[in-house]
């Protein structure tokens, strides 16, 4: 079946780079996504990247996808006690039009 | 513009109560979904529509109910509570050709204890 597993929790201190990390088992997933969710809120889409794709970049924020191993990782470059959330790894199977896949969630703690 | 109103945010109930949650979108989204946050266990989905008139179990529906009268709202009832729905429920919408690019829109939750 479908499962996607993260470890639960990360510290860094604040102008490190962290990285969060992510193994699914659906090898026909589609598109992998990450969630960020702050305290007392709801879930926000952070980016996406499609299977064909190996890494994804945007602003602080660096995607790698290894296909053949089925993980997923974010890197945060420049890490700000604004980070410190619970960040939750996603994927869309390809069976599954309209259902998403969640992992556990890792939460990041930033130290200043 | 309101986005995503859950209410009511905190609940308390005795099992075998029922009672529904409310999701209202004024985003005009085709795609309306209930989710169930548990610690350790990340979000699961309940139930989902398309559209008005279209419901689908999601990966956790017994135990839940759900209808899509209109595109705006999407209740979720829970019949008879028991302890295992102590939870905290998110409605997430979105529309149908963002879907696949993950562009949900979650509301701020709904915090549920079972006694």
């Known amino acids: 079946g479908e499962d996607v597993e993260q470890s639960l929790f990360l510290s860094v201190r604040e102008g490190d780079s962290s990285v969060i990390n992510c193994t699914y088992t659906?090898?026909?997933?589609?598109?992998l996504y990450w969630y960020k969710q702050e305290p007392g809120a709801g879930l926000q889409l952070l980016t996406y990247?499609?299977?064909?794709?190996d890494m994804k970049q945007d602003q602080r924020l660096t995607v790698l996808l290894n296909k053949k191993d089925k993980h997923l990782s974010l890197r945060i470059a420049d890490t700000q006690t604004g980070d410190s959330a619970i960040y939750f790894c996603?994927?869309?199977?390809?069976?599954?039009?309209?259902?998403?896949?969640f992992g556990s969630g890792t939460r990041l703690l930033v130290r200043p | 513009n309101a986005g995503v109103t859950q209410t009511p945010k905190f609940q308390v109930l005795k099992t075998g109560q029922s009672m529904t949650l409310q999701c209202a979108q004024d985003?005009?989204?085709?795609?309306m979904s209930w989710y169930r946050q548990d610690p350790g266990m990340g979000l699961r989905l309940i139930h989902y529509?398309?559209?008005?008139?279209?419901?689908d179990q999601g990966e956790v529906p017994n135990g839940y109910n759900v209808s899509r009268s209109t595109t705006e709202d999407f209740p979720l009832r829970l019949l008879s509570a028991a302890p295992s729905q102590t939870s905290v429920y998110f409605c997430?919408?979105?529309?149908?050709?963002?879907?696949?690019?993950?562009?949900?829109?979650f509301g701020e939750g709904s915090r549920l204890t079972v006694l």
């Open positions: 990247i499609f299977s064909n794709m």
């Open positions: 659906d090898s026909s997933s589609t598109y």
């Open positions: 985003m005009n989204h085709e795609y």
């Open positions: 997430a919408t979105g529309g149908l050709a963002g879907f696949a690019t993950g562009e949900l829109f």
């Open positions: 996603a994927e869309k199977p390809m069976d599954s039009s309209y259902k998403l896949i």
């Open positions: 529509s398309v559209g008005a008139g279209i419901t």
